[in-house]
């Protein structure tokens, strides 16, 4: 979760600073959105898990992480390019406008989507998450929803948002996590298949070996022996 988040939005800030004039979020503004968001997430421990979850015991994959990254990353890239074109083409935004924007949108899409990448089952109806995680995250999103409009606004760099954006943000919210959904059908898929996701390189336990030769000794370790007595006459 937290690799594809980051990733889909350092790709959306560095693909909106080829068009743009001004930073499309400034650094006091991107860390208060990690400050909410890491905060609403601490409640992740509280969850409940899938009974498919606890059949066999999981293993840490740096590949799999790779591979949701490379997948669900650009998915909320899209979304924040489509941001960007409504405050740009529609709202006429300036700088605080369209920051205030992006701010909303990507604290709303990055913490919601936890709701759908906790279960490979369909969230709410098939598997539900824990009371305490979506408390916290329903409050991260009403939070950063009503900074924009809070005597804090001024503060923080953020002016208030037009209801036609809040109104498209609610839409494109709900396109992005069924998005999301189909896009999990599509990688579980794959992956349960065997297809190319789930396919390990041949030189892999070459690899490996390799590797490990690095903290082996050399050769083999030979004990002195012990001096024999002459034999006796």
Avoid at 34 to 57: C, F, G, H, K
Wanted: hydrophobic share 50%; aromatic share 12%.
């Amino acid at each position: 979760m937290g690799t594809s988040s980051n990733f889909g939005n350092m790709f959306s800030a560095a693909g909106a600073s080829l068009f743009l004039s001004f930073l499309p979020m400034l650094p006091t503004q991107i860390l208060l959105n990690n400050l909410l968001y890491d905060a609403s997430e601490m409640a992740i421990p509280t969850d409940n898990v899938d009974e498919e979850q606890l059949q066999r015991p999981a293993h840490w994959d740096t590949a799999f992480i790779r591979r949701f990254m490379m997948f669900f990353g650009p998915i909320s890239s899209i979304f924040d390019f489509a941001t960007f074109g409504i405050m740009i083409w529609v709202f006429n935004a300036h700088a605080p406008l369209f920051r205030s924007g992006w701010f909303v949108e990507s604290l709303a899409t990055q913490s919601l989507i936890i709701f759908a990448i906790r279960t490979r089952r369909v969230p709410f109806f098939r598997s539900r998450p824990s009371t305490p995680l979506t408390v916290a995250t329903l409050t991260c999103v009403t939070i950063g929803v009503l900074l924009p409009f809070s005597p804090l606004a001024h503060v923080l760099g953020f002016v208030a948002l037009p209801a036609g954006f809040l109104a498209a943000l609610a839409v494109m919210i709900v396109i992005y996590l069924v998005l999301v959904e189909l896009g999990k059908l599509r990688f579980y898929r794959v992956r349960l298949h065997g297809a190319p996701l789930a396919r390990r390189r041949p030189e892999r336990e070459h690899w490996i070996h390799h590797r490990a030769t690095r903290w082996s000794i050399p050769g083999r370790l030979h004990r002195p022996t012990r001096p024999t007595r002459a034999a006796q006459p």
